[in-house]
């Protein structure tokens, strides 16, 4: 009974004006205030609840080699930053054209046009080189080896010679590779100049540790793999940023290499390596696809303990060196060179709930793959759109206090105040990862005490970001064929999560319908924004000045509160 007056009293609030000055919405506000059994709290007073300034940790796309530099991603109006996926060669289709290092038939040639070419493409379209990726060897480095149908421990498996990716053996010449590396740098140095080289980053591998889709040597064939890579690098810019892409922590491998050998993750026993025999890195990252299947992967609480941790903290852990994440994307299925993404407003929630956690614990870098497409942000670009303005302000700490009147629903938010403590603004979201199915708005009060002294008016308006302006969720709400399987006289396709996009989830009719009816939801790109209110800094329950609001969050919503005080 409770819920359904919840939910009532709710509608009639969110259709109704919300000015303070409304003597029947300040009823209504106070009935849900009454109602209110969470709330989200932060203190701008306290100088120790300051966590640092929120910092753009989500501005650099990755692009494998077949990247289209026109492609634009949601960048929000800033440089367009790339990180550049097997720029050497060694392509699973084994086109040489791509290749930096070539057999001519008498003896090896480098090629490393190959690879400017690619990097002038992406200047030429506006886009800034964050990081160069030395990944998949150039096929060249394969000949001599003999390939094996079993493991013998000495010879390579067939089955490895063309990877998922394509190249995943180690060089077969590690003084070759050396001198080819610094030759590989060189070139760059005189092309593009040492400073602009220098501007950029380096990352030996991608994912070494996922095999044998990006590595079928060893452990410690990598680590001295790495090794001689990083020596090779700084012997012609010293001071060149390098590190390394591994899986996470938790990660527990099945595959049987040419040793008959299983092994996991590489990265924390790579910490330990590098620290023991002083190999330099600058950084080093993990993947991280949390599937929409699988709760435990949307527990970030139980992700950050079990996947990050055990790098991030361990006490070999370079201090000078950053902890990152280079591939991301919420999905529901991984495929064999690719993946299901989320594309309905589970993945803007999800996303702000990430960011709490990337911010508060100092993760400087999350690549992403696309996140744009014909006018349209994705569901996760259109929080990224709302933390964008929230860029340099001051970041607080910030609580959740009470039991959700949902079960399953996590609340929280970001908070943050700029210098002048005049703006404050505020992200809050409510995901639940038990429970996909939208469920019914949750009443969230706001809490934040304040230096502006008791009665000091302020101005304040709410963005939202749900399933009533997601273009995929009003599609699927609007024709109900969406979600019924083909074989019932529906459009969806077999063993598809709902959350995907009409391309991943419906048949050639359902396509078809989405593409006629897009236009009319209009572009997926602002938030849809409240009309500004007018309300003042209150006494709180301990007497302290305060700005409190009540709101009704949607499910699987993401609310941006900005607040601004005269």
């Known amino acids: ?19 303070t000055s409304n003597p029947k919405n300040n009823q209504l506000a106070q009935q849900l205030n009454n109602l209110t059994s969470i709330s989200v ?30 492609g634009v991603p949601a960048h929000f109006g800033r440089k367009k930053l790339v990180s550049t996926v097997r720029m050497l060669g060694g392509w699973r289709n084994q086109d ?28 030429a379209q506006d886009w800034d080189i964050f990081q160069i990726v030395l990944d998949n060897p150039p096929w060249a480095f394969q000949r001599g080896y003999t390939f094996v149908n079993k493991a013998d421990g000495q010879h390579y498996l067939a089955k490895d010679r063309v990877g998922v990716y394509g190249n995943g053996l180690p060089p077969n010449d590690a003084l070759a590779w050396q001198k080819y590396m610094q030759a590989f740098i060189r070139h760059l140095v005189n092309r593009y100049g040492k400073e602009q080289v220098l501007a950029w980053r380096f990352r030996v591998g991608s994912e070494i540790d996922t095999r044998p889709q990006h590595w079928a040597g060893t452990q410690q064939q990598f680590f001295d793999h790495y090794q001689n890579t990083v020596a090779a690098v700084h012997a012609v810019l010293p001071k ?41 890195y600058d950084f080093i990252a993990i993947s991280y696809y949390p599937h929409i299947t699988k709760s435990h992967e949307l527990d970030l609480t139980h992700v950050y303990q079990y ?37 309905t407003s589970h993945a803007s929630s999800f996303f702000a709930m990430f960011a709490k956690m990337m911010l508060e614990n100092n993760i400087r870098e999350v690549f992403q793959w696309g996140n744009h ?30 039991i959700s009147n949902i079960a399953g629903n996590q609340i929280g938010g970001i908070f943050s105040q700029s210098v002048s403590q005049n703006n404050i603004d505020i992200l809050l979201y409510n995901f639940n990862k038990e429970n996909t199915a939208y469920l019914a708005p949750e009443v969230v009060s706001v809490a934040a005490k304040v230096s502006q002294p008791i009665g000091t008016e302020f101005s304040y308006r709410i963005g939202k970001i749900n399933r009533f302006n997601n273009t995929l969720d009003q599609f699927y709400a609007e024709f109900p064929q969406s979600q019924q399987l083909e074989k019932n006289g529906g459009w969806r396709l077999e063993n598809i999560h709902p959350s995907a ?66």
Request: net charge neutral.
């Open 501 to 566: 996009s009409a391309n991943k989830l419906l048949n050639r009719s359902g396509q078809q319908v989405f593409a006629n009816h897009q236009h009319k939801y209009g572009k997926q790109n602002a938030l849809n924004w409240s009309q500004w209110q007018q309300a003042k800094v209150v006494k709180d329950e301990n007497g302290n000045a305060s700005i409190l609001l009540n709101t009704a969050m949607e499910s699987f919503g993401v609310q941006k509160l900005e607040i601004r005080f005269e």
């Open 307 to 343: 996947d990050i941790a055990p790098i991030k903290h361990h006490p070999d852990f370079n201090p000078n060196a950053g902890f990152e994440i280079h591939e991301f994307k919420f999905i529901s299925a991984m495929l064999k060179a690719g993946f299901v993404s989320v594309s």
């Open 96 to 123: 040489l054209n791509g290749d930096t290092y070539l057999w001519n038939g008498e003896k090896y040639v480098y090629n490393f046009s190959a690879a400017t070419k690619r990097i002038d493409a992406w200047l």
């Open 240 to 280: 060149a940023k390098i590190g390394a892409h591994f899986r996470e922590g938790s990660f527990k491998s099945q595959y049987l290499d040419y040793t008959k050998n299983k092994e996991n993750s590489y990265a924390v026993p790579f910490v330990e390596w590098a620290k023991q025999h002083n190999v330099h």
């Open 41 to 70: 709290n932060a203190d701008f007073t306290d100088p120790s609840s300051q966590l640092g300034n929120i910092y753009d940790f989500f501005d650099v796309s990755v692009r494998t080699e077949t990247g289209n530099p026109k």
């Open 1 to 19: 009974m409770k819920t359904a007056k919840l939910l009532l009293l709710v509608m009639i609030y969110m259709t109704s004006s919300c000015t």
């Open 373 to 402: 497409t014909n006018g349209h942000y994705s569901a996760d670009a259109m929080t990224q759109l709302a933390l964008h303005s929230m860029l340099g302000n001051q970041h607080f700490n910030s609580y959740t206090q009470g």
